[in-house]
C-alpha cells in the first residue's frame, strides 16, 4: 500500500511473484546450490559409513563360525590330540639344539677331511664341467651302432685327454693339499674317461680319511652322540601312539564337516523345492536333496575310541618324560666348542621344564570333555589373544592375531622411532635457521618424497636396504649390536626404515606447520628479552608447537600402520610371533602384519569361508586401530593447544 | 622535576649524562627511509613519550634503541648514532643479549608464553644463565610487586599466563620485562589493546616504574602522553618535529605542526 505512493519502488506483491519466477523444479535456486553443497559434503561421510558397514557385515560373522570350528576341533578330538602334541613340539627345538652342539663337536676333528674330501670332489666336478663337450661326443661314439671306425674313437678318446689335462693344470688347487696330493690329482683328472666309474684313488683315500676322522670324532664324543640320538628317539613310541589318536581325530572330524555340508546342501534344496510351483522341478529338486544324504557322525562314540586310550596316552608320556631326563642326566659336561659347549647347557636347563610341561598336559586330558561348549567368550580370547595363525591347514586352522599385531606394532615403532627426530629436526631447522633459499629447496625435495609408490619403495627394500644391512651387519667392528650378523636380509628394522621414509613427509610438514603456527609475538617477546636464537627456539618456539608436533607424530604413526605394501615385500612375512628373548636384536627378525596378511591372503581364499571372515575381522581391527590413532592425534592438538587456553 | 632542557643538544652536556641518545640518526627499510636526522636523548627515570601520527616512525624508533629493527631485513641506521649508556649500540663488540638485557620492551599487544605465570617472569633471567631458585623466586616476587600483580597471582603463580585477564597479561609482561632489571623499559603502545581501567592501572605503574627505570612509550593517545610522561617527543613523517617537557610541548608548542597536531587540525 505504501509501495503504491512511491511510483520508483514496484508494489510488494510484484516483488514476490517476481522471486517466483525463477525456480527450477519448483526449487528456490539458492536452496538447490546450498543442497548441493551440502550433498557432497555428506559424500564422504556416507562412504565412510558404508565402509564400516561392508566391513562388519563380512567380519562379524567370523565370530559365530570359528565357533563352530572351534566346537568340531574339540568334539572331534582334536584338540585332545593337541594337549600332548604341542608341547612336544619343543622336542624338536631341543633336538635341534643338541644336534648342532653335535656337528660343531665333531667338526674339530673332521672338519680338515671333510673339506679336503668337499674340495676335491669340487675340483672334479670343476674338470668335468671344463670337458664336457669332447666327453659327451666320445660318449655318443661309443653308443653309436653300428660302432664308427676305432681310429675315429682314438681321435676322440685324444681330444678328451688333452682337453681334461689342460683343464686340470688349469685348476686352482686350494691350499689344502700338499704339493704331491696336487700332482697326483692332476693326473687322476687328467686320466678320467666315461669309463672311468670307480673313483679315483686319492679321492677314495680322501673319503676312507673322513670316515675315519668321522669314527675317530663319534667316539671322542660318544657321550653326546649317545645322548642325542636317545633324546631324538625318545618321542618315537609316544608319537606312534599319538599319530594313531590324531588320524583317527582327523578322520572324525573331516567326516563332521562333509556331513555338515551335505546336510546344509539338502536343506537348502528342500528349500527351493518348497518354494517352487513347477510340480517336476519340484519332484527333481526334492530328488536330488534325498541323494544329499550322508550318514550322521556319531562323535561321542568315536572320541570314545580316542578317550579310551587315555591311561595308554599318560603312560608312554610318562615313559617320555623319564627317557628325557635321563638323557639330560647323560648329556656331557664337555664338547668341542665353548659354542657347544652353551647349547647343551641351554638345553640341560630347559630339559626338566619341558619334563614338567608334558607331565602336566598328561594330567590335564582326563580333565577333557569332548562335549563342552566353546563359549563365544573364549572364541574373542583366541582371536585376540591368539599366538598362532594357521591356515590351510590339514590338522586344524587358528587364527590368532596376536602374531600379526606384534609384527605391525614393532615394525611402527622402529618407523616412529626413526622418523620422529629426523622429521622433527628438519622442521625445526627449515622452520627457524633456513634461509628463504633453503628452504625453498627443502621443502618441495621432502614433500616429493610422499609422490615415490610405495611399491618401488619396496623394491628398493628388496634389492638395496636388505643387502646393506646384511652386509653392514657382518662388520667386524659393529658386533656389539644386539642381532648382529643378521640371519635374514627383510625383516622388521628392514621395513621399519622404509616406513620411517615414507612418514617422514608426513611428519615435517605437520611439525612444520605447527612450528609456523606459534605467534610472532612470543618470538617478539623472547628476543626482546635478549634470548639466543637457539634460546628462543628451543625454550618457546618448540614448547609452544609441541602438541602439533606430537599430533604430527601420530598421524605419521597412522600412516605407518596402515601400510601395506612396503611391509608385504621387505617385513619378511613370517607369521610367527617375533622372538623377544633375542632382545633388541629381534628387530632383525622377520613378521607379518595386519595390512600385509589381508593384501596377500585376500585374493585367495575362497569367499565366505572361515578364513575370508577372519581377514575381515583383522581389518575391522586395522580400521579401528586407525580411528583411535587419529582420534588421540585431534585430542593431542586440542589437549595441548597453548593458545587457545 | 630538573629544569626543563631546551634542546636536545643541551641534555647530552648536562649530569648525569642521559641514559639514551640519538644522534644525527637516519634509518630505512631497504630503499625507503623511515627516519631523518633523529636527535633525542632521554633522561634517567623519567618517562619519555614518543606521539605522532600513524606511520611516523615512532614505533621504528623505539625499535632502534633495542635493535629489534635488525630482525627486519633491509632494516639498517644509515647515518648516526644510537647511544645506550654512553656506548654506541652499533659497534662490534657490542652483545645483542646484554643490550637487550639492559633495554626491556614491552609490546602492544600483551604476549605472555604459553607457560606458568612464574617461568614467564623468571624466562629472561633463565636465558641469561640464572639457575639460583631463591634467586629467581626473589626475582619472580619483585618484578610481580612492581607490576601490581603479586597480591593477586602469588597463589598461582604455577597456573597458565594464559588464563589472566587481558590488562594482567599485559601487567605481567611488564614484570617480565623488568625482572632483568633494565635501565630502559621501552613501551610500545602498551594500552592501545586494553579497556580504560586497564589503562588506568598501567598508567598508575608507569609512575612507580619511573622511580626505578627509564620509560620510553609509544602511544597514540595524546591524553596519555599528558598523563604519563615528563618528556614528549612529536613525530612526523620520519622526522622529529618536537621534542620537549610534556607541559610545555603540550601547552606551548614550538612548532605550527605541532600546534595544528594538538588541535586535531590535521591536513
Known sequence: ?645 | MTAPLMTPAAASQSTPPPVVQVRDMDFSYGASVALHDINLSVEYHRVTALIGPSGCGKSTLLRCINRMNDRVTGARVTRGEVLVKGKNIHDADVDLTQLRKQVGMVFQKSNPFPKTIYENVAYGLRIHGEKNKSVLDEAVERSLTHAALWEDLKDRLHTSALALSGGQQQRLCIARAIATVPDVLLMDEPCSALDPISTLKIEELMHQLAKEFTVVIVTHNMQQAVRVSDYTAFLHLGKLVEFAPTEELFTNPRERLTESYLRGTFS
Open chain 1, 1 to 645: 500500500m505504501n509501495s503504491s505512493q512511491t511510483p520508483s519502488r514496484p508494489p510488494l506483491r510484484s516483488v514476490l511473484l517476481r522471486s517466483r519466477k525463477h525456480t527450477i523444479l519448483g526449487f528456490d535456486p539458492q536452496k538447490l546450490i546450498k543442497y548441493f553443497f551440502g550433498s557432497n559434503a555428506s559424500v564422504a561421510i556416507i562412504v565412510l559409513v558404508l565402509i564400516m558397514v561392508f566391513l562388519m557385515r563380512e567380519g562379524v560373522d567370523f565370530l559365530p563360525t570359528y565357533q563352530r570350528e572351534l566346537q568340531t576341533y574339540r568334539r572331534a578330538g582334536l584338540e585332545f590330540c593337541d594337549i600332548i602334541d604341542q608341547p612336544l613340539q619343543r622336542n624338536q627345538a631341543l633336538s635341534s639344539s643338541l644336534r648342532q652342539a653335535l656337528s660343531a663337536s665333531l667338526e674339530t676333528l673332521s672338519k680338515t677331511a671333510r673339506d679336503r674330501r668337499d674340495a676335491a670332489f669340487q675340483l672334479k666336478r670343476q674338470v668335468e664341467d671344463k670337458t664336457a663337450r669332447p666327453r659327451e661326443s666320445l660318449t655318443q661314439a661309443l653308443e653309436k651302432t653300428p660302432p664308427p671306425a676305432p681310429d675315429q674313437i682314438e681321435v676322440l678318446r685324444r681330444e678328451l685327454k688333452e682337453a681334461a689335462t689342460s683343464a686340470a693344470k688349469s685348476l686352482e688347487y686350494p691350499d689344502l693339499f700338499t704339493a704331491a696330493e696336487r700332482e697326483q690329482l692332476q693326473r687322476e683328472f687328467a686320466a678320467l674317461t666315461p669309463e672311468s666309474t670307480d673313483m679315483p684313488p686319492l679321492l677314495q683315500a680322501l673319503v676312507a680319511e673322513f670316515s675315519a676322522k668321522d669314527r675317530e670324532a663319534r667316539t671322542k664324543f660318544a657321550a653326546l652322540v649317545t645322548a642325542q640320538e636317545e633324546f631324538e628317539e625318545a618321542t618315537e613310541p609316544l608319537q606312534e601312539v599319538l599319530d594313531e589318536l590324531k588320524a583317527k581325530a582327523l578322520e572324525t572330524k573331516e567326516k563332521a564337516v562333509e556331513f555338515e555340508a551335505l546336510e546344509t546342501n539338502r536343506l537348502r534344496l528342500l528349500e527351493a523345492a518348497a518354494k517352487e510351483t513347477d510340480a517336476e522341478e519340484k519332484a527333481s529338486l526334492t530328488k536330488e536333496a534325498e541323494a544329499s544324504v550322508a550318514e550322521p557322525v556319531n562323535m561321542e562314540e568315536r572320541t570314545k575310541e580316542i578317550t579310551e586310550r587315555t591311561a595308554e596316552l599318560r603312560e608312554q608320556v610318562e615313559k617320555y618324560a623319564g627317557v628325557v631326563e635321563k638323557a639330560a642326566a647323560e648329556l656331557p659336561q664337555e664338547a668341542g666348542t665353548e659354542a657347544a659347549r652353551r647349547l647343551i647347557n641351554e638345553v640341560r636347563a630347559d630339559i626338566p621344564a619341558h619334563a614338567r610341561e608334558m607331565r602336566a598336559a598328561a594330567a590335564r586330558l582326563d580333565g577333557w570333555r569332548w562335549d563342552k561348549p566353546v563359549s563365544i567368550f573364549s572364541v574373542i580370547g583366541a582371536f585376540f589373544f591368539g599366538t598362532q595363525w594357521i591356515t590351510n591347514s590339514s590338522w586344524q586352522d587358528f587364527f590368532g592375531f596376536v602374531p600379526l599385531l606384534t609384527g605391525s606394532l614393532v615394525i611402527a615403532a622402529i618407523a616412529i622411532v626413526i622418523a620422529t627426530p629426523v622429521s622433527v629436526v628438519a622442521a625445526i631447522y627449515t622452520n627457524q635457521f633456513a634461509s628463504d633459499r633453503e628452504k625453498e629447496i627443502i621443502k618441495p625435495i621432502i614433500e616429493f618424497i610422499q609422490a615415490i609408490p610405495s611399491v618401488v619403495l619396496g623394491f628398493i627394500g628388496i634389492s638395496l636396504v636388505g643387502n646393506l644391512i646384511k652386509d653392514v651387519s657382518e662388520w667386524s667392528w659393529l658386533q656389539w649390536v644386539p642381532g648382529f650378523p643378521i640371519q635374514e636380509r627383510l625383516n622388521m628394522f628392514n621395513a621399519g626404515c622404509l616406513l620411517a621414509f615414507m612418514a617422514v613427509p608426513t611428519m615435517f610438514s605437520l611439525s612444520e606447520d605447527a612450528l609456523n603456527n606459534v605467534p610472532r609475538a612470543y618470538i617478539d617477546a623472547s628476543d626482546a628479552l635478549g634470548a639466543t636464537k637457539l634460546q628462543t627456539v628451543f625454550r618457546v618456539i618448540v614448547p609452544a608447537g609441541i602438541s602439533g608436533i606430537l599430533s604430527a607424530i601420530l598421524l605419521g604413526l597412522g600412516r605407518v600402520v596402515g601400510e601395506t605394501m612396503v611391509v608385504l615385500l621387505v617385513a619378511g612375512n613370517r607369521i610367527a610371533i617375533p622372538d623377544f628373548s633375542a632382545g633388541p636384536g629381534v628387530i632383525f627378525h622377520p613378521a607379518h602384519t595386519l595390512t600385509g596378511i589381508i593384501a596377500q591372503e585376500l585374493g585367495e581364499v575362497s569367499r565366505g569361508s572361515s578364513h575370508w571372515q577372519a581377514l575381515f575381522m583383522v581389518g575391522i581391527v586395522l580400521f579401528a586401530i586407525s580411528l583411535l590413532v587419529n582420534w588421540c592425534a585431534r585430542a593431542v592438538a586440542r589437549r595441548f593447544e597453548p593458545h587457545k587456553a
